[in-house]
């Protein structure tokens, strides 16, 4: 079976967009929660451009409430700043059932590629064991074709398969042109005992042939499109909720 965890991301740029706290990230997380989500995504950046550290640590609390999996999504060599205590910090405060490794650099808009294993390797067994003795299972990003004798080197339990290229190729109409190196890489990982992952821009539309064609994928999560949609389910009932009370007066 699949998982969906919901990454919530999307809800803090809206509300960091005005300032105050609405919407509120841990009611959206609850509502989907409430709607059987089997967990809860953020991935904070050091720029504190949407999830922030107190974000992170009240949705621990609320997925803990829940006995759910919390994953935080992050770069482990990205030094703390004001306001970003730093991924292994984040995750030591707040014990998250997954911590998924990200290479994203400074000002990039949103992750766009997996780590290089072999150049990172050193750094990332390092950063893998220790959020590994934390309690943390540790999944890192990977592209589809990346070498799956480095990842499984660098002791991760799972790789997430960075899963933008397909989207694009499903986009543009061939998502058979991309599907076969995904799933080449998600049984390459399976082979060396590692679980596999799988998100970015995964979509209603894309979803289902990508778990029809790549193998035993354990998790996706899910953001930007998912709140998206959610806009368009719901906002039809939203304008009929202001229409009813204009029509009450
Ligand atoms: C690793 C990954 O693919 C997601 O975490 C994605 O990067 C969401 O991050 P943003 O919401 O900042 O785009
Ligand atoms: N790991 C991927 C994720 O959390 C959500 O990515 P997206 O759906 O916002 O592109």
Do not use: W
Request: aromatic letters at 6%; one cysteine or more; hydrophobic letters at 40%.
């Amino acid at each position: 079976m699949t998982v969906l965890s919901v990454n919530v991301n999307k809800i803090a740029v809206l509300r960091n967009s005005r300032g105050g706290r609405d919407p509120d990230v841990v009611t959206a997380a609850r509502a989907c929660l409430d709607a059987g989500a089997h967990g809860i995504t953020v991935h904070p950046r050091p720029d504190a451009r949407h999830i922030r550290a107190d974000d992170v640590y009240a949705l621990a609390e609320l997925t803990r409430a829940y006995s759910v999996e919390f994953n935080i999504e992050g770069n482990p060599f990205a030094p703390p700043r004001e306001g970003y205590p730093g991924f292994h910090a984040l995750c030591a405060e707040t014990r998250p059932a997954q911590a998924t490794l990200v290479p994203d650099g400074d000002g990039q808009l949103t992750s766009d590629h997996g780590f290089d294993f072999a150049r990172d390797l050193d750094g990332l067994r390092e950063h893998v064991g220790a959020l590994k003795a934390i309690g943390c299972r540790v999944s890192v990003f990977a592209d589809a074709g990346a070498d799956m004798d480095a990842a499984a080197a660098s002791g991760a339990d799972r790789i997430e398969l960075y899963t933008g290229p397909y989207a694009e190729a499903f986009a543009a109409g061939h998502p058979q042109r991309s599907l076969p190196a995904f799933d080449d890489t998600a049984r390459a990982a399976q082979a060396r005992g590692m679980g596999v992952n799988a998100g970015h821009d995964l979509s209603q539309a894309n979803l289902g042939t990508f778990i029809a064609g790549v193998s035993d994928v354990l998790e996706v999560s899910i953001g930007h499109a998912l709140i998206g949609e959610a806009l368009y389910d719901g906002l039809a009932f939203t304008v009929k909720r202001y229409l009813s009370i204009l029509d009450g007066r």
